[in-house]
């Protein structure tokens, strides 16, 4: 257990299902993020919450939709998705600030997702 | 917008043998980070090196950090089947109260052969 835990650990769905992935931290950290692992690219970096506010949003499109509705829980709805959605989604969190220290990144397990 | 490039992609080496991964970022970078993922994982934190010309030591594993704070190396000696995995290196810039999300480098697969 790293301390931030992710629901559920597989999924499969089809394009018009809608599904939602599901983030918590015991780690009393004030930040969340959203990442998106493929096999071709780098870590890519979805959303940021920084005390439940959305402090970035990279350019990702609207079939996926976060909510963090305190700063121990984050999720990510799904909907009307593509084939290539298809990925390891990693949430992940911090103590955010620019001291020594912060800004490391507890990883969770990740929620694989297959779209069909 | 920031980039960091990370080489090699893959590193076949025996057991035993050292390994290098280099990591070069487009900016200048307030920190870097180094994330280890084994095989079905996910990234675990390794070390953060904040300081030019930094160099920290883990057992058998070296991080150095540039003097332009733009680049940074991890050197592994004398591998062990226990290493195999992904390294990335990722790069933050501290932006008014706080650093937006790391930046990650493709990551370097280490294939160790016994």
């Known amino acids: 257990e790293t301390g931030v835990t992710q629901t559920p650990r597989h999924l499969v769905m089809g394009m018009t299902n809608k599904k939602s992935l599901k983030c918590e931290q015991h780690l009393g950290h004030n930040a969340m993020y959203w990442y998106k692992q493929s096999a071709k690219k780098p870590l890519e970096l979805m959303f940021v919450y920084n005390f439940k506010e959305q402090t970035e949003n990279n350019s990702v499109p609207s079939r996926f939709s976060p909510e963090c509705p305190n700063s121990s829980h984050l999720f990510l709805h799904l909907h009307t998705l593509q084939p290539e959605d298809s990925a390891l989604y990693l949430c992940?969190?911090?103590?955010?600030?620019?001291?020594?220290?912060?800004?490391?990144?507890?990883f969770g397990a990740g929620s694989r997702l297959t779209v069909l | 917008g920031q980039q960091v490039m990370q080489i090699p992609q893959y590193q076949h080496v025996q057991e035993g043998e050292d390994f290098t991964t280099y990591c070069n970022s487009s900016t200048t970078l307030s920190n870097i980070q180094w994330y280890k993922q084994r095989p079905g994982g996910h990234p675990v934190f390794l070390i953060q090196?904040?300081?030019?010309?930094e160099v920290k030591k883990q057992k058998r594993l070296t991080f150095q950090f540039g003097e332009a704070k733009k680049n940074s190396s991890l050197h592994i000696t004398a591998t062990q089947t226990t290493d195999v995995g992904t390294y990335f290196c990722a790069g933050a810039v501290y932006s008014g109260g706080g650093a937006d999300g790391l930046t990650f480098g493709k990551g370097t697969h280490l294939i160790i052969q016994p």
């Open positions: 090196l904040v300081k030019s010309g």
């Open positions: 992940a969190s911090s103590v955010r600030g620019g001291f020594s220290g912060a800004n490391v990144l507890t």
